[in-house]
C-alpha cells in the first residue's frame, strides 16, 4: 500500500506529464521519491474527460522505477494510446487520471477468479489480452463474460486450454 502521499505525489506527476505532453513540453522529473516510489513498479495510467476514457495504456511488470512507470505511462496515455488521437490542450481542464499499481502476475483457474478483486492476463502463442479488475465492474460482468472479454480483447480463441491465465489485483486511485 502506498503512503496518501505518495498517491498525491504520483497523481501530480501523471497529470504534470499529461499536460506537459498535451502542450509539446518537456516531461516533468521526479526529484527525491520517496523509497516507495523507487522500487520498480508496473502501473497503468487512466485518462477520462467528464467521465469518457480517453487513454489507457500501463506495464503489467515491474520493468522501471514506479514513479517512472508512471510518468512513461501518462504520457503514452496523452500520446499513444491508439484508440485516440492525442491529448490537447483544450482538453486538460476536464482531464482526471486514475492510477492502477498492479501486483505481479500469478496463475489463476477460471473458478478462482473474483470480479472487483482480480484483474485478468490471458496469454498464448505471443497474443496477449489484459483487463484491469476495474473492467468487470464497470460493465457489471460477471467472472465468465469478464473471463470471456479478456480472451477477446487478446485476439485468443475462447475458450482455450492451452491459454495461460494470469491474475493481478490492483491499488487505484485518481484525481
Known amino acids: ?3 496518501d502521499g505518495d498517491q498525491r505525489t504520483l497523481l501530480g506527476l501523471a ?3 499529461a499536460e506537459a505532453a498535451a502542450r509539446g513540453e518537456r516531461l ?15 502501473a497503468f495510467v487512466t ?12 506495464h503489467v511488470q515491474a520493468v522501471a522505477p514506479l514513479w517512472e512507470s508512471v510518468r512513461e505511462m501518462a504520457e503514452s496515455a496523452a500520446r499513444r494510446d491508439g484508440r485516440f488521437p492525442p491529448l490537447r490542450p483544450e482538453e486538460l481542464p476536464g ?8 501486483s505481479p502476475l500469478t496463475p489463476i483457474r477460471p473458478d478462482q477468479i473474483r470480479v472487483g478483486t482480480h484483474g485478468l492476463c490471458v ?10 479488475p476495474q473492467v468487470a465492474l464497470e ?16 485476439g485468443v480463441p475462447y475458450p482455450d486450454p492451452q491459454a495461460e491465465l494470469l491474475a493481478f489485483t490492483a491499488e487505484r486511485f485518481s484525481g
Open 1 to 3: 500500500m502506498l503512503s
Open 15 to 17: 497529470r504534470g506529464t
Open 28 to 42: 516533468p522529473d521526479l526529484t527525491n521519491p520517496s523509497g516507495a516510489l523507487r522500487e520498480k513498479g508496473a
Open 47 to 58: 485518462l477520462r474527460i467528464a467521465g469518457e476514457l480517453r487513454g489507457c495504456i500501463g
Open 95 to 102: 482531464l482526471s487520471i486514475e492510477i492502477s499499481v498492479l
Open 123 to 132: 496469454r498464448r502463442n505471443g497474443a496477449s489480452g489484459l483487463l484491469l
Open 139 to 154: 460493465w457489471g460482468w460477471g467472472p465468465d463474460e469478464f473471463l470471456r472479454r479478456t480472451f477477446e480483447k487478446g
